[in-house]
């Protein structure tokens, strides 16, 4: 079945040590999505592919960073992870922009920080 | 700033009680309105959206919403509620023209057999 996939479920690095997390669809959708989702809190934005043309939040913090080296992947790089970036990191997809397209979600990987 | 507001935390019912999730955003503007479920151990799915027309939207598995937007709600209702409706239900808000899709909190549902 087509779908999105994250890699992998759950992750556990070490105060400052980097991290990359993993996402590939095969819906061959254009925007690729990253959210952040802390416990009892709300899933929150982190910054989206449209294509090649990234999109970058306003508050997401420079330690994050994100690789797109085609349609299928996408990447989430922490570079000096925090005790406060601890959270469940959600990857999604649309087929475009336009804001009727649902979302598809990924399961998410789940990064805990020693 | 949107902002999307989810008042009921857990929620515990009965198989066949009818339910109704409440969910109120802020946002002047045009809005289309969703709701996603997410059972336990699974990845969030789309329930239902809203984008124009009927502001009655029936969704899967029973589901329906409607937009009042006078009242900027978009209420998560089903008439009988089974065991396999345990999850967490998440409502968002996306307004049009924009990208960022604004989740609530979530709202989590158990339903005892």
């Known amino acids: 079945d087509a779908m999105v996939i994250q890699n992998p479920r759950y992750q556990v690095t070490q105060f400052g040590k980097p991290v990359t997390l993993s996402c590939s669809q095969t819906?061959?959708?254009?925007?690729m999505y990253w959210y952040q989702q802390k416990s009892s809190q709300a899933p929150k934005l982190l910054f989206h592919y449209y294509d090649k043309d990234f999109n970058n939040e306003a508050d997401t913090p420079d330690n994050f960073q994100s690789r797109r080296p085609n349609t299928s992947f996408c990447f989430l790089d922490i570079r000096s992870p925090g005790l406060g970036d601890a959270a469940m990191y959600l990857c999604?997809?649309?087929?475009?922009?336009?804001?009727?397209?649902?979302?598809?979600f990924g399961p998410g990987t789940r990064l805990t920080v020693l | 700033a949107q902002s999307v507001s989810q008042h009921n935390h857990h929620v515990i019912l009965s198989e066949a009680a009818s339910l109704e999730l409440g969910c109120n955003y802020s946002?002047?503007?045009?809005?289309?309105l969703f709701w996603y479920v997410q059972y336990p151990g699974q990845h969030l799915q789309l329930l239902l959206k809203y984008f124009s027309g009927d502001p009655l939207v029936k969704g899967i598995k029973g589901f329906e919403a409607e937009f009042i937007k006078s009242k900027f709600s978009f209420n998560l209702r089903k008439p009988s509620v089974q065991w396999s409706d345990t999850a967490e239900y998440f409502c968002a808000v996306k307004s049009t023209g924009a990208n960022n899709l604004f989740f609530g909190t979530g709202t989590r549902l158990t339903v005892i057999p």
């Open positions: 819906l061959n959708h254009n925007v």
């Open positions: 999604a997809t649309s087929r475009d922009r336009w804001s009727y397209n649902e979302q598809f």
């Open positions: 946002y002047g503007g045009t809005v289309n």
